[in-house]
């Protein structure tokens, strides 16, 4: 490996690191806040958080093995394991973003007041808006998967599996292929900058009606608007620099210098991200420095 290469696979490394650490923490204090509790009931932004976690971990495993088929060999073995790898990140990238932002349309309808009547019934029935939102995904995660015919690793014969595996490369690699992902990443992103725009709104029409009544501006109302728009803001923030990241690799994707360096910068989005939530969200932050508290003794 040439000297860019090592710091990358550093940078690569040290972000795989961090980002399984957080995402398990975050999977098992769920899990032991969950045996706490009597009843045995779980939120759905813990069980959003939590299912958000496991697809972070793929993704990352996902990223890991493109790291490793594009700096080492490309022999049989390692056609293989980069078929596998863009499959693997495929379809936990598609939950990771998905999953992301459903959870920003949580937190818009749990704190923004609308007095809207089609605001008001979706608020009412929060939990099945999300259930079908999150289902319907899998028409995109599906029409990627079939385009790119993943079918064939599946039942492609002995002596055509290497070619089999390099043709699923140079599909996933062809413009329309591409054109197709961008579309399924752009739009969740859409969705999250929505997210933002309507909260900001709901923020500054809270304000104006505390100050037409003389109150005091710092009320628990709006302190939870700026956490959530806070939360929000940064998933878009690094939400949309992974995905310019995942548009630039996909045109360079036979450059490997633009696509590690792309890949080092994306890893940030499911480690940083991770990290935030559990900073945000007040059970994790708790268990956090319990766990640490624990540690230094």
């Not at 999977?27 to 009597?38: M, V």
């Not at 045995?40 to 972070?56: E, F, N, P, Y």
């Amino acid at each position: 490996m040439n000297l860019l290469e090592w710091i990358v696979t550093i940078i690569i490394i040290t972000e795989f690191l961090l980002g399984n650490c957080a995402n398990i923490f975050i999977i098992l204090a769920n899990a032991i806040n969950c045996t706490k509790r009597r009843p045995r009931k779980v939120s759905s932004a813990d069980r959003i958080i939590a299912a958000l976690a496991v697809s972070r971990i793929g993704l990352l495993w996902g990223m890991l093995l493109n790291w490793h088929s594009t700096v080492f060999t490309e022999d049989t073995y390692n056609v293989q394991l980069r078929a596998w790898g863009r499959i693997i990140w495929t379809v936990n990238n598609h939950f990771s973003n998905w999953l992301g932002t459903v959870l920003s349309v949580f937190y818009l309808f749990k704190i923004a007041n609308f007095s809207n009547s089609l605001f008001l019934h979706l608020k009412r029935k929060i939990e099945k808006v999300l259930l079908v939102m999150f289902l319907g995904t899998f028409l995109f995660l599906f029409s990627y998967l079939g385009m790119v015919n993943i079918n064939k690793i599946a039942w492609g014969s002995d002596y055509e599996e290497n070619v089999t595996l390099k043709n699923i490369l140079e599909d996933i690699a062809s413009p329309t292929n591409i054109h197709l992902f961008s579309l399924t990443n752009i739009i969740p992103l859409c969705i999250s900058l929505t997210c933002v725009l309507l909260l900001i709104y709901s923020l500054g029409k809270h304000l104006r009606n505390m100050k037409c009544h003389g109150k005091r501006c710092q009320d628990p109302s709006t302190m939870v608007h700026i956490k959530a728009l806070q939360m929000v803001v940064t998933f878009l923030a690094l939400y949309g620099t992974y995905a310019l990241c995942v548009v630039i690799s996909g045109w360079n994707l036979r450059n490997s210098s633009v696509f590690l360096f792309c890949l080092a910068i994306g890893a940030v989005y499911p480690t940083g991200h991770s990290f935030i939530l559990i900073w945000g969200n007040q059970k994790l932050r708790q268990s956090l420095l319990l766990f640490l508290k624990q540690v230094r003794h």
